[in-house]
């Protein structure tokens, strides 16, 4: 899928269209995990000096059965430099298929709670709410969303984020 098309796109064409003050910069890397991600944050935030930090990330740690302890320290850092930098943080949750067995994907999900809770931060529980039984909306592998879900995952993001736009604006 062309850069163009996928949801951090449309978020930014969304933004400009509501006359927001707000640029949207996409730093991901497709199929990075929290690992890789972290490694690069603290030149992300001094480069863009946030006010609003969207991590979506965690699914391919999941994917690849990473330890989740692993995983909730690598957000952890990266949730408490966007905030020691004063940007507001929205964490979007993800969910793993159940063939990872139950406890594991119950404290997959759960780990996201578990750090808006702690760190205080707005939480997308999950990020493709409303799409998990419509396969027509993803690629062969059952996981991985198609160009043409890219406008549910956008609405998904935009109901958490609109609250802290408004507010960061305000300010």
Not at 121 to 130: D, I, M, R, S, T
Request: charged content about 15%; glycine content about 6%; cysteine-free.
């Amino acid at each position: 899928m062309a850069q163009k098309e996928g949801w951090v796109n449309l978020l930014a064409i969304k933004v400009m269209e509501a006359t927001l003050p707000y640029r949207i910069v996409n730093t991901s890397i497709s199929g990075e995990t929290t690992h890789g991600a972290l490694a690069r944050f603290s030149s992300i935030i001094s480069i863009h000096q946030p006010a609003i930090v969207i991590i979506a990330l965690g699914g391919n740690d999941g994917l690849r059965g990473m330890p989740l302890k692993a995983m909730k320290k690598n957000l952890a850092s990266m949730i408490k430099s966007a905030q020691s930098a004063n940007a507001d943080v929205l964490l979007a949750g993800m969910q793993l298929p159940p063939n990872y067995g139950r406890t594991f994907t119950q404290k997959f999900s759960s780990s996201y709670h578990q750090l808006a809770d702690e760190y205080n931060v707005a939480l997308l529980p999950f990020l493709l709410k409303g799409m998990e039984q419509d396969l027509t909306l993803f690629q062969s592998d059952g996981i991985h969303p198609l160009n043409s879900a890219q406008p549910m995952i956008l609405d998904n993001v935009w109901h958490y984020l609109l609250p802290l736009l408004t507010i960061a604006a305000a300010q």
